[in-house]
């Protein structure tokens, strides 16, 4: 059995992985803290960047990492976005730095999991479809550049409270996905967390002929890579069929 921590900030998107566990296999367990978001991450200013600094704060995401660490798990992962990538290239390998001691396992968030994701699939140049107000989305972009990820173009449809994210239907999020894409881009990006995308994967990359990663998706298969285990699972997309269909 292998177990997967993740720390989810608040209630919004969160249905996503008990999904994924289902499609994953039954040997792969993946359980879910909530941690605390803060106050103003309730608020009309939750995707203001003070905010997110916040809510990725050290002693917000100790407070959840003890549960995981009881529960056995291998791994654990951020699973933010915003609040991961908002604190610059340096920050964010600070806050995964400190994760990791605090846990005491391999850590990471959900914005290094874009990286490594899309280098995984040989995306050299993405596009970006962000529900994020347009300074947090470029911040995002930012953030891919120090990576090295090449960003074709940001869309952001200003969106500041992950619990009306967390209410978008599949047509809100192929709108997005199709708006965002561009002919040169290699692959599709839709950061946020609270965005539920695992369902829809398929249909956007039919939809869009090319690779779409997604927060919740990314964030799963980059606790898989930390627990060294690989999975071939076509309905999360082309991210999960790199490895060969039977598992050892």
């Not at 003070?50 to 529960?71: F, I, Q, T, Y």
């Not at 995964?96 to 605090?102: D, E, I, K, Q």
């Not at 911040?139 to 120090?146: E, H, I, R, W």
């Amino acid at each position: 059995m292998t177990a997967l921590g993740f720390l989810y900030p608040g209630h919004s998107g969160e249905d996503d992985y008990p999904r994924i566990e289902q499609l994953l296999g039954s040997d792969i367990r993946v359980d879910l803290v909530h941690t605390d978001i803060g106050e103003d991450a309730h608020r009309e200013d939750a995707h203001r960047v003070d905010a997110l600094l916040e809510m990725g704060s050290p002693r917000r995401l100790a407070a959840g990492v003890e549960e995981l660490r009881l529960s056995g798990a291998d791994a654990v992962v951020w699973a933010c976005t915003s609040g991961s990538f908002v604190h610059g290239w340096e920050g964010a390998q600070e806050q995964v730095r400190a994760l990791a001691r605090s846990a005491g396992l391999p850590a990471s968030s959900t914005s290094f999991a874009f990286v490594h994701a899309a280098k995984e699939i040989g995306a050299r140049r993405v596009a970006v479809g962000a529900t994020y107000p347009d300074d947090v989305a470029r911040l995002f972009a930012d953030f891919l550049g120090a990576a090295g990820v090449e960003v074709t173009g940001v869309v952001s449809s200003g969106i500041v409270t992950a619990a009306e994210v967390g209410t978008w239907t599949e047509a809100k999020v192929l709108a997005l996905a199709r708006s965002a894409d561009r002919p040169d881009a290699e692959a599709v990006l839709l950061p946020g967390t609270a965005l539920h995308t695992v369902a829809h994967i398929p249909a956007l990359e039919k939809e869009l002929g090319k690779p779409v990663l997604t927060a919740n998706q990314v964030t799963v298969w980059e606790g898989l890579r930390l627990a060294d285990r690989r999975v071939n699972a076509p309905e999360l997309g082309a991210l999960f069929t790199r490895e060969p269909v039977v598992q050892v």
